[in-house]
């Protein structure tokens, strides 16, 4: 089973850039994707990026522009840039994966999180 472990959160201000990661405990090549969510207080966990084991990305609308995902399958480490932070930014990251293996898709579950606070 594949563990994941987030780091790269804290404070900054509107209009900064921090890097999120996602630290795998094995190979991150078979997972087909990787997830960064995010939860705000009293919302529900919203998908922010999702990335294919072949480089295809995409973005929530409320973060295109802003923020690039990314994967170091040598380092078995997911990226999350995010550039351009808002308040509305704030909230605990999440990263996660899907596998396939034969007809069924396994998920790698979630690490702890990552707080992200932007203050204005």
């Known amino acids: 089973q594949v563990q994941l472990v987030e780091s790269g959160g804290g404070l900054v201000q509107a209009g900064g850039s921090l890097r999120l990661s996602c630290a795998a405990s094995?190979?991150?090549?078979?997972?087909?994707?990787m997830n960064w969510y995010r939860q705000a207080p009293g919302k529900q966990r919203e998908l922010v990026a999702a990335?294919?084991?072949?480089?295809?990305?995409n973005y929530a609308d409320s973060v295109k522009g802003r923020f690039t995902i990314s994967r170091d399958n040598t380092k078995n480490t997911l990226y999350l840039q995010m550039n351009s932070l808002k308040p509305e930014d704030t909230a605990v990251y999440y990263c996660?994966?899907?596998?396939?293996?034969?007809?069924?898709?396994?998920?790698?579950?979630w690490g702890q999180g990552t707080q992200v606070t932007v203050s204005s």
């Open positions: 094995r190979s991150i090549s078979p997972i087909n994707v």
């Open positions: 996660n994966g899907e596998m396939l293996v034969d007809t069924i898709v396994v998920v790698i579950p």
């Open positions: 990335i294919t084991s072949g480089g295809s990305a």
